[in-house]
């Protein structure tokens, strides 16, 4: 068992928003006693090619709280994403909220620092946000006491979030036949990420479990929400037992054949900064793309 501060008898109500373009989900969490509710995972739309923002994902969810009355407490990155861009400034301009990330953002502000060329101008001190979780750090939403698990391991920033009987396990895990995410990022590890995987199964088996991500494997439906207990059972990748040592010759050899994320480099330098896309010299919006720098 777990020995974070689970509280099962607390089910928040979990809306969830996919977006194709990045196949990430996001989510709308509401306190049922109350109009309180948090947005997990934002997406910021861009058209790469074009060098092109739009903010179509991030009105909706927009809309969605707007026409419920509800009242934005939090808007909760659960790690810095190489996959798609936080549209979290732009939602925290229209509603408030304050922004909150693992404590870990620090380390991988200084690697993409580096690898980005970034100047003394871009802080590293995770200042950008309004709230850095440290291991076990709580906040509340409305009525609901929500908790950060550090789950490392696919980055060396990743959290776990629990609120009540709801997990948003970033991309620490998939959907039982989508296995665990890649762990050759720099800072990385497989064999945290196994560690962090435990971790998050020992929570109690039936604790809905919210992913951030989902590719529809074998060309089933898009899906997004399991439980604990499902993915101890069923998960091609650590479930039924599989030991620490498979994970780890399973990952590795895996992460050797993939591509790395369209996104990535955009993705990085906007997510580094809570979503703000860097400017240059005169003030332009501007990304850069170090050669050979991945």
């Given at each position: 068992m777990t020995d974070y501060p689970v509280n099962m008898d607390i089910k928040p109500e979990v809306e969830?928003?996919?977006?194709?373009?990045?196949?990430?989900?996001?989510?709308?969490?509401?306190?049922p006693t109350s109009n309180a509710c948090a947005i997990v995972d934002s997406v910021m739309d861009i058209d790469y090619a074009a060098g092109r923002i739009t903010y179509d994902h991030a009105d909706e969810l927009i809309r969605t709280i707007q026409e419920r009355g509800c009242k934005l407490e939090w808007i909760i990155e659960t790690h810095v994403h190489a996959d798609h861009l936080s549209a979290a400034p732009y939602i925290q301009e229209k509603l408030g909220g304050k922004i909150g990330i693992g404590a870990k953002i620090l380390v991988v502000q200084d690697t993409f620092g580096k690898i980005f060329n970034e100047g003394t101008e871009f802080?590293?001190?995770?200042?950008q946000f309004d709230a850095l979780f440290e291991d076990g750090d709580t906040y509340?939403?409305?009525?609901m006491?929500?908790?950060?698990?550090?789950?490392?391991?696919?980055?060396p920033a990743c959290m776990t979030h629990v609120i009540g009987d709801a997990a948003f396990v970033g991309d620490t895990?998939?959907?039982?036949?989508?296995?665990?995410?890649?762990?050759d990022f720099p800072g990385g590890d497989a064999e945290t990420?196994?560690?962090?995987?435990?971790?998050?199964?020992?929570?109690?088996?039936?604790?809905?479990?919210?992913?951030c991500h989902d590719y529809g494997p074998n060309g089933r439906d898009i899906q997004w929400e399991t439980t604990v207990g499902d993915e101890?059972?069923?998960?091609?990748?650590?479930?039924?037992?599989?030991?620490?040592?498979?994970f780890v010759k399973m990952r590795t050899?895996?992460?050797?054949?993939?591509?790395?994320?369209?996104?990535?480099?955009?993705?990085?330098?906007?997510?580094?900064?809570?979503?703000?896309?860097?400017?240059?010299?005169?003030?332009?919006?501007?990304?850069?793309?170090?050669?050979?720098?991945?």
């Open positions: 969830a928003f996919f977006d194709p373009a990045t196949n990430t989900i996001s989510y709308i969490v509401t306190d802080q590293r001190d995770g200042s509340q939403i409305g009525n006491t929500a908790f950060a698990m550090y789950t490392p391991g696919h980055t895990l998939f959907m039982p036949d989508g296995g665990s995410a890649r762990a990420l196994y560690d962090s995987i435990m971790k998050v199964l020992a929570l109690p088996d039936e604790t809905r479990l919210f992913m101890k059972a069923h998960n091609i990748h650590v479930g039924a037992g599989k030991t620490k040592e498979e050899e895996r992460d050797a054949t993939l591509d790395m994320p369209k996104l990535i480099i955009p993705s990085l330098q906007v997510n580094m900064r809570a979503g703000e896309v860097p400017t240059d010299k005169d003030g332009n919006p501007m990304l850069k793309v170090p050669v050979n720098g991945l």
